[in-house]
């Protein structure tokens, strides 16, 4: 009897310790997955995607302050650098919206009502903004590379990368016709009436005189241009769940997230879409929808070309609907294009097959393929970033615009 039992024991000891075992190499196994996948090293040539730096770098010439900080919140929000004193850089770019504005095309000058909701007053001859407005959060890291390097000095602005800097970028808007100006100003003495309208309020003297003290006239084109970007900077959201998974948390993503990764690379999107902002920042043609029936005319995209910057996966919620064009409604849409890519004539006919981009020649779409990698996408959202809307502006005009 004795015997017996001790038989019995051992076994249900020795079965109890195989199943350990078992299940200890099954994790070691995941855990070695996991490390493939987060390191990406093979094959290298599909791209190299990464969390983002946790701190930012500012340009030499602009070092960080709270008080620019600041002031480049309230200029944000200030209508006041506006033609008609109607639009803010917050009425494309707001806080709600991730600092975008959920429509195909912005609406700027001459426009009432906020997001989707927002439309041409009654009487209007102002075009929409050419292109979809882009989020703003994370640009302070435009131009990174798959390494983590980046200068702020050269970082790449706008869907043809045109202009070079958040500095040099914050000036544009301004002199835009139909984004900030109108038609009461001329392009060219744009910039000094807003310079000369800042001045004119004392609450702007003292904010200027605080963030740039060591300047005998602090009011500048581009000291201003300083403020906006500093505070530009600030809006950071470097913890996603992609993020989080990359810097070693290996329970960040769900399996199926996991997967999608691995889809994502293995179709060809880390060619372009790589580093730490899911882009390698270079311009490509894609044969894209245009909006021409919203513009009135045909974008070509750089150098008349039709190739446009890769722009971020980052906060994708935010950047719908996608595309330069503002074309596509869904990821899903965006898919399906893809998917098309290999075979389907192209959605912009004036974009012949072989001037496809040689990457984009590569990606391989399967439909089957497509919820597990837009499950991935949804994990390079962070929601954590800083939406404080001032109460009021130094100019005394309604914060953002006119977004009521
Ligand atoms: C009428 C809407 C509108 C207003 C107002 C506006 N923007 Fe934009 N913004 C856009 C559009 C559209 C683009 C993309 C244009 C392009 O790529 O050709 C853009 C692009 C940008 C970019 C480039 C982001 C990137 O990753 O390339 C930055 C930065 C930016 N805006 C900041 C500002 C600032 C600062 C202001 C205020 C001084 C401002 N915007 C006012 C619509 C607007
Ligand atoms: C050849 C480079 C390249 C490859 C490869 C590539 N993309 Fe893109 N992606 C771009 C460019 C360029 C755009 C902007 C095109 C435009 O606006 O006309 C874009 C736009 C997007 C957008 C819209 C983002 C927004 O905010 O509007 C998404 C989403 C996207 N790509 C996902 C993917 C996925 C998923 C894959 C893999 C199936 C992929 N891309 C492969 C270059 C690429």
Not at 62 to 69: I, Q
Not at 136 to 157: C, H, Q, R, S, W
Not at 286 to 311: C, H, I, Q
Request: charged share 25%.
């Amino acid at each position: 009897m004795i015997v017996r039992r001790t038989v019995i024991l051992t076994l249900i000891l020795f079965i109890t310790l195989c199943v350990f075992l078992m299940q200890a190499c099954q994790q070691q196994d995941n855990r070695k997955k996991k490390r493939t996948v987060a390191r990406q090293e093979k094959p290298e040539d599909l791209g190299t995607i990464a969390a983002l730096p946790t701190v930012f770098k500012s340009p030499e010439y602009n070092p960080s302050t709270a008080e620019k900080v600041e002031l480049g919140r309230l200029l944000f929000f200030d209508p006041i650098l506006s033609g008609n004193k109607d639009v803010a850089c917050a009425t494309c770019h707001h806080p709600e919206f991730g600092y975008s504005d959920m429509l195909e095309l912005p609406i700027g000058v001459n426009g009432t009502g906020f997001g989707s909701k927002r439309q041409f007053n009654a009487t209007n001859d102002i075009p929409f903004a050419k292109r979809n407005a882009p989020s703003l959060i994370n640009t302070a890291f435009n131009g990174i590379d798959e390494k983590g390097d980046y200068t702020p000095e050269g970082a790449p602005m706008f869907w043809d990368t045109r202009v070079k800097s958040l500095e040099l970028q914050s000036l544009q808007p301004i002199k835009q016709l139909e984004e900030m100006r109108g038609r009461q100003i001329e392009e060219h003495e744009m910039l000094p009436v807003v310079v000369k309208r800042l001045k004119a309020i004392p609450g702007y003297r003292k904010l200027f005189k605080a963030a740039f003290s060591e300047d005998e006239e602090p009011v500048t084109e581009m000291n201003m241009a300083k403020a906006i970007a500093s505070f530009e900077r600030t809006l950071v959201a470097n913890n996603s769940r992609f993020d989080e998974f990359m810097r070693g948390d290996a329970n960040a993503l769900t399996a199926s997230e996991k997967e999608g990764m691995q889809l994502f690379i293995e179709s060809g999107c880390a060619l372009c879409h790589n580093g730490p902002m899911l882009s390698d920042f270079k311009l490509h043609v894609l044969g894209a929808a245009e909006n021409e029936e919203k513009l009135g005319f045909l974008d070509s995209g750089f150098n008349n070309t039709f190739a446009y910057r890769t722009p971020t996966l980052r906060n994708l919620r935010y950047t719908a609907p996608y595309m330069h064009s503002g074309k596509l409604k869904t990821l899903d849409q965006v898919m399906t294009f893809y998917e098309d890519l290999n075979g389907k004539p192209l959605p912009n006919p004036h974009v012949p097959r072989e001037q496809l981009d040689s990457l984009a020649v590569k990606i391989k779409v399967e439909f089957k393929n497509i919820p597990r990698i837009i499950e991935f996408l949804n994990t390079l959202n962070d929601d954590k970033f800083d939406r404080t809307i001032p109460d009021a502006v130094p100019s005394g005009l309604s914060v953002g615009g006119n977004i009521k």
